[in-house]
């Protein structure tokens, strides 16, 4: 039996954790995953398309009484909704759709940033304690990861020192060693740039 060693990296705010892993989200057991959806909410390819398979059929049964009865002309960049996990470890999905990226002067970080930190007010809501995140917006939509991984960082770091109260631990789950690298190398970054405990893995 090969063991592989699972990379994760964290840092400890007042209590509250924000790591980084490498792995497959649609495979995580925290109480919600986020999916980078597009506004349809009817599934696609890349991390939407996984999630979709994975939980079945309800998911996108849900999305479709959430576009009829909240959003019947789609799901706005930087909004997000929640459903059930269906048949995923998750008990709850958040669909968020990211920015996609235009070269950087249509307001893509600050879409971005919305999209992170809607995902986590609509997890507040729901009194979830621990939450997965892709790396939204760096596949199809082309954002560059050097530039979203800072933001995804920062906002769900303030997200945690400033405004969390049921949410207690974030992951952003990178799909490649290279993408873990980023992130890692973000959160270390933050990490020195504020006076909390590190807790590296
Ligand atoms: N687990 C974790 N991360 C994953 C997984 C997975 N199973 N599959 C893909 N990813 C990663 C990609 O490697 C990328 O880093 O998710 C990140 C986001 O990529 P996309 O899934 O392409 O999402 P995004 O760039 O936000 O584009 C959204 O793509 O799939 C369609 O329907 C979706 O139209 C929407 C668009």
Redesign the pocket.
Known sequence: MIYRCVSTYSLNFNGRILAIKE????MQDTDAIVN???S?LM?????????HRAAGRALVEECRIIRKTQYPAGLPPGEAVITSGGRLKAKFVIHT??P?WMGGKKDESEILKKAYRNSLIVAEKSGIGTISF??????????P?EKAAPVAVSTIAEFLLKEARSVEKVYI????PS?FAVYRRELKLYGESFNGSKTPK
């Open positions: 792995g497959d989200i649609t980078a959806a597009n349809s599934g696609g390819g890349g991390v939407d398309g996984a999630i759709v990211g996609i892709p790396s939204i917006s760096t596949g199809a939509y082309g954002f990861i789950l990178a799909f490649t993408d």
